[in-house]
C-alpha cells in the first residue's frame, strides 16, 4: 500500500498512516475505544468491546481499498530530528471517511479524530486534523468536507473551529442523539467543481 494515496502524512510530532490489519492496530484501537472518557460523545457514549473494535478496524482497513482513502492511525515521532520515530505506538487516528450520518450531501466526506486521553491537550487532534484537511483538498481533491459532533464536544468542535469549518445544520445522529454538522468547502475547488460533486 506504499502508493501516494497512502505514504504517511507528516506533521512537526506526528506520522499519520492508514491504519494496519494486525494485531498491533487492533490492540491499540481497541484500548482507545474501551475508555469511557474518550467514548463519551461517541455513538450512545458507550465504550465497545474487543469484538466491536475490531469489526470497525476491518471497515476501516476496507474503505480504504475501496475509496483509497480513510482513517490514519496517529503514531508519534521521535527523535526531533525530523525523522520518523518512537517506539511506535498507535495514539489515536485521524482521517477522512465517507460520511455515513443522516443530513449530510451524497458523496460527502467526514473528517475525524480520537486521541487516547493521556494525549489530550497538546494540540496534536489539530495538527493531525490540520495535515488531513490540506492532503484531501490539495492530493485527493475533495470538494468539501464535514464533521459531526455532539453539543457537549467542546473540545471536538474547537478543532472545527480552528479548521476553518463552520456550523451548517444541527439535527439527529444515527443514533437519535442531537448532532451538529460542520462543513469546509475546498479552497482550491471552483464553485462549478463543488456543484459537480454535489
Ligand atoms: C476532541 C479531541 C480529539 C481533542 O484532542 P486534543 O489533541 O486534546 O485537541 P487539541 O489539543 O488540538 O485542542 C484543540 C483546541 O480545543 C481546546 N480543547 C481541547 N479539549 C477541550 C475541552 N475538553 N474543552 C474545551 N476546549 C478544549 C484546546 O484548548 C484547543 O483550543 P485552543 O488552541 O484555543 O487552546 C480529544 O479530546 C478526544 O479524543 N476526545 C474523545 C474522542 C472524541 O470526542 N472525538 C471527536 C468526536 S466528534
Given at each position: 500500500?506504499?502508493?501516494?494515496?497512502?505514504?504517511?502524512?507528516?506533521?512537526?510530532?506526528?506520522?499519520?498512516?492508514?491504519?494496519?490489519?494486525?494485531?498491533?492496530?487492533?490492540?491499540?484501537?481497541?484500548?482507545?475505544?474501551?475508555?469511557?472518557?474518550?467514548?463519551?460523545?461517541?455513538?450512545?457514549?458507550?465504550?465497545?468491546?474487543?469484538?466491536?473494535?475490531?469489526?470497525?478496524?476491518?471497515?476501516?482497513?476496507?474503505?480504504?481499498?475501496?475509496?483509497?482513502?480513510?482513517?490514519?492511525?496517529?503514531?508519534?515521532?521521535?527523535?526531533?530530528?525530523?525523522?520518523?520515530?518512537?517506539?511506535?505506538?498507535?495514539?489515536?487516528?485521524?482521517?477522512?471517511?465517507?460520511?455515513?450520518?443522516?443530513?449530510?450531501?451524497?458523496?460527502?466526506?467526514?473528517?475525524?479524530?480520537?486521541?487516547?486521553?493521556?494525549?489530550?491537550?497538546?494540540?496534536?487532534?489539530?495538527?493531525?486534523?490540520?495535515?488531513?484537511?490540506?492532503?484531501?483538498?490539495?492530493?485527493?481533491?475533495?470538494?468539501?468536507l464535514v464533521a459531526f459532533v455532539r453539543?457537549?464536544?467542546?473540545?471536538?468542535?474547537?478543532?472545527?473551529?480552528?479548521?476553518?469549518?463552520?456550523?451548517?445544520?444541527?439535527?439527529?445522529?444515527?443514533?437519535?442523539?442531537?448532532?451538529?454538522?460542520?462543513?469546509?468547502?475546498?479552497?482550491?475547488?471552483?464553485?462549478?467543481?463543488?456543484?459537480?460533486?454535489?
Amino acid at each position: 500500500m506504499a502508493d501516494a494515496a497512502t505514504a504517511p502524512l507528516l506533521t512537526e510530532r506526528l506520522l499519520l498512516r492508514p491504519f494496519h490489519d494486525d494485531a498491533g492496530d487492533r490492540d491499540a484501537y481497541a484500548a482507545l475505544c474501551a475508555d469511557a472518557e474518550v467514548m463519551r460523545y461517541i455513538g450512545m457514549g458507550e465504550t465497545l468491546t474487543r469484538e466491536q473494535s475490531s469489526a470497525q478496524l476491518t471497515r476501516f482497513v476496507e474503505h480504504w481499498t475501496q475509496h483509497g482513502y480513510g482513517l490514519r492511525a496517529i503514531v508519534e515521532r521521535g527523535g526531533g530530528d525530523g525523522t520518523p520515530g518512537g517506539d511506535g505506538t498507535v495514539v489515536g487516528f485521524v482521517g477522512v471517511m465517507r460520511a455515513g450520518q443522516p443530513g449530510v450531501r451524497a458523496g460527502d466526506v467526514e473528517i475525524g479524530w480520537r486521541l487516547a486521553r493521556d494525549r489530550w491537550g497538546r494540540g496534536y487532534a489539530t495538527e493531525g486534523a490540520r495535515a488531513v484537511r490540506d492532503h484531501a483538498f490539495a492530493q485527493l481533491r475533495l470538494a468539501r468536507l464535514v464533521a459531526f459532533v455532539r453539543p457537549g464536544n467542546a473540545g471536538s468542535m474547537r478543532v472545527m473551529d480552528k479548521l476553518g469549518m463552520r456550523l451548517e445544520k444541527e439535527g439527529l445522529c444515527n443514533y437519535g442523539r442531537p448532532m451538529r454538522i460542520y462543513a469546509l468547502d475546498n479552497p482550491l475547488a471552483s464553485a462549478t467543481d463543488r456543484g459537480a460533486a454535489r
